[in-house]
């Protein structure tokens, strides 16, 4: 089983940054082949990718964040990171941290790829 812990939420206001982390740990934590993604679900909304990067370096963003967000994986550490900037109240949604056995850049996006899941961490961002 992998083990997944974000941290770094909070509430901020419009035009403010964060960044979100999510450490990872576990029998299966050292996969040689992975993707990691953060997916966020605001209230009444289904649960949707924002961010996702595999072992190969291969990054992938939604239309709504890029530019603004960037992901980053520090295999030392074992955490991925999603840097937020210039947050927008529309941002505002449970963060989840996920991770999966697959190079599939196609897949980054997609929460029914994923095995392994965090808690999830909130972001609420003010106008």
């Known amino acids: 089983q992998v083990h997944l812990v974000e941290s770094g939420g909070g509430a901020v206001q419009a035009g403010g940054s964060l960044r979100l982390s999510c450490d990872a740990s576990?029998?299966?934590?050292?996969?040689?082949?992975?993707?990691m993604g953060w997916f966020r679900q605001a209230p009444e909304m289904e649960r949707e990718g924002v961010a996702g990067i595999n072992s190969n370096n291969f990054a992938a963003y939604a239309d709504s964040v890029k530019g603004r967000f960037a992901i980053s994986y520090d295999n030392a550490k074992n955490t991925l990171y999603l840097q937020m900037t210039n947050l927008k109240p529309e941002d505002t949604a449970m963060y989840y941290c996920a991770k999966q056995p697959s190079l599939m850049a196609s897949w980054l996006l997609l929460p029914s790829k994923y095995d392994y899941w965090g808690r999830g961490i909130q972001v609420t961002v003010s106008s």
């Open positions: 576990g029998d299966t934590a050292n996969y040689r082949y992975y993707c």
